[in-house]
């Protein structure tokens, strides 16, 4: 992995891209990120690392400019993190944990919904079966209207 493009902030807050050799602007930060970029900003002067303030306020010059929207719970976490003790940012997944513990919960949920639709199903199946045998005589068994018909014929033989 190559090393983050080095980004100096000088005291009239202008941002200058070393590898480039020139000035560069929010939205030019903002595109080099997008294009996968990984950027460190530190300030001229000290050489402090104040890459984390460079890129919030991309964030927020994203918000103001184009209306973008980051959903509530995103900023509500980040504001907590921010507040809390380093070690909260261990709690913090990545895309990759994120989206497979979400596959997880969609499998197991999806599992769950089909063994309740078989045992609706199967109930339903019982349910139907023993209303059908209240109806249907069982094999070998005569109806009333056969044991009549049947009666019937053994008189008329009788009878000859």
């Given at each position: 992995?190559?090393?983050?493009?080095?980004?100096?902030?000088?005291?009239?807050?202008?941002?200058?891209?070393?590898?480039?050799?020139?000035?560069?602007?929010?939205?030019?930060?903002?595109?080099?990120?997008?294009?996968?970029?990984?950027?460190?900003?530190?300030?001229?002067?000290?050489?402090?690392?104040?890459?984390?303030?460079?890129?919030?306020?991309?964030?927020?010059?994203?918000?103001?400019?184009?209306?973008?929207?980051?959903?509530?719970?995103?900023?509500?976490?980040?504001?907590?993190?921010?507040?809390?003790?380093?070690?909260?940012?261990?709690?913090?997944?990545?895309?990759?944990?994120?989206?497979?513990?979400?596959?997880?919960?969609?499998?197991?949920?999806?599992?769950?919904?089909?063994?309740?639709?078989?045992?609706?199903?199967?109930?339903?199946?019982g349910t139907v079966e023993s209303h059908l045998r209240q109806w249907l005589p069982a094999p070998g068994r005569k109806t009333a209207a056969r044991r009549k018909t049947a009666k019937k014929a053994t008189t008329k033989r009788r009878t000859r």
């Amino acid at each position: 992995m190559a090393a983050p493009r080095l980004i100096r902030r000088y005291g009239n807050r202008k941002l200058y891209d070393v590898s480039a050799k020139r000035y560069v602007s929010i939205e030019d930060l903002a595109r080099l990120i997008v294009a996968g970029e990984d950027v460190h900003v530190e300030d001229h002067l000290s050489g402090n690392d104040i890459t984390s303030v460079v890129l919030a306020q991309v964030v927020l010059d994203g918000l103001k400019d184009r209306g973008d929207s980051i959903p509530r719970q995103v900023l509500t976490r980040l504001i907590r993190l921010g507040a809390g003790p380093v070690a909260a940012w261990a709690d913090w997944d990545g895309a990759q944990e994120a989206a497979s513990r979400a596959r997880s919960e969609a499998e197991r949920i999806a599992s769950d919904v089909a063994a309740s639709v078989q045992r609706a199903v199967a109930d339903a199946q019982g349910t139907v079966e023993s209303h059908l045998r209240q109806w249907l005589p069982a094999p070998g068994r005569k109806t009333a209207a056969r044991r009549k018909t049947a009666k019937k014929a053994t008189t008329k033989r009788r009878t000859r």
